[in-house]
């Protein structure tokens, strides 16, 4: 197995999970395997774990032993998957959200600033929109509403105006261009600045928002009775659509009552506040220092 991700939260996350060792569990998001494979050694002969990545690089970290199956799919497809393998309910399920190191890492995959490649970005390299074609064909608006909406860029417009002013003239293809063109609109810190950008234009190349959407509703429904849904985010818009499902039942976060006017909630929290990682693990993991844990027991 390759060992290019440390896990984050992997103590806390495993534990909430409350692993039963004839139980049936999901890992959502299998990366380089390092929540599965606690789950793996908890399980015996008649526990399972389906674990799920739409990256055909984690295919190279894949266990072969019974008991484990590695969907390659995006997790938002659970539902239909459960339902091929003849899978009702489950007794568990985690999804640690965001991107791998392992994608960040690879300069060829286009996710980061820090390297000169084309730019990409795609999870599925088998999917057909890039982060090229998004800085090359999107509208000036549809720019300003990515960058506001899911990096929180402060002048989304400013940014978009100039990105438009550019492909006028030149091709926006490698990282390098276009790091170019945010040197010219930075607002204070500039590797928070780039951060934001890059990470704005990944969630639109990958839909994220409405693929976690997706999964969170379905998932719901799979749980039975007694079972744990363990998420970690890392960032604000992750978050909020994981607590809203948690609190509601729905992603919207709207209060919907029954007949009698009760109040419905298909869940328990598990913890009333978030768990985040120790000053130790981020000092060893800085990727964790935006990582937040929920846990919520289905009713």
Do not use: W
């Not at 050694?41 to 799920?52: D, E, P, R, S, V």
């Not at 003239?169 to 261009?177: G, K, N």
């Amino acid at each position: 197995m390759q060992e290019y991700h440390i896990p984050v939260l992997l103590e806390e996350s495993i534990a909430s999970l409350n692993i039963l060792p004839d139980g049936v569990y999901v890992d959502a998001t299998f990366g380089a395997g390092g929540h599965s494979k606690p789950i793996l050694t908890t399980l015996n002969a008649k526990g399972h774990l389906y674990a799920f990545d739409q990256d055909e690089d984690a295919f190279d970290n894949a266990f072969d032993q019974p008991g484990f199956t590695l969907v390659h799919a995006n997790y938002r497809y659970i539902n239909r998957f459960m339902k091929l393998y003849k899978v009702d309910q489950l007794d568990g399920i985690l999804a640690d959200l965001g991107i791998s190191s392992h994608q960040i890492d690879v300069p060829e995959r286009g996710f980061s600033f820090r390297f000169s490649s084309e730019l990409d970005m795609r999870m599925n390299s088998g999917s057909s929109l890039t982060a090229r074609q998004v800085l090359t064909e999107y509208t000036e608006e549809d720019l300003t509403g990515i960058f506001s909406d899911y990096g929180e860029v402060r002048n989304a417009i400013t940014l978009s105006k100039k990105i438009a002013e550019v492909r006028k003239t030149r091709d926006i293809i490698t990282t390098d261009d276009f790091n170019a063109i945010l040197r010219q609109c930075t607002m204070g810190p500039v590797q928070k600045y780039f951060a934001q950008v890059y990470q704005a234009l990944r969630i639109e190349v990958n839909d994220e928002m409405n693929a976690l959407a997706e999964f969170l509703q379905r998932s719901m429904d799979l749980l039975k009775p007694g079972g744990r849904f363990v998420v970690i985010t890392y960032h604000s818009l992750e978050d909020r659509l994981v607590k809203n499902l948690f609190k509601t039942g729905n992603v919207s976060g709207e209060l919907i009552k029954d007949d009698f006017g009760n109040i419905t909630r298909p869940f328990e929290l598990y913890n009333k506040n978030v768990i985040l990682p120790s000053p130790e693990e981020q000092k060893q993991n800085p990727r964790s220092r935006s990582a937040k844990l929920r846990v919520a027991i289905k009713r």
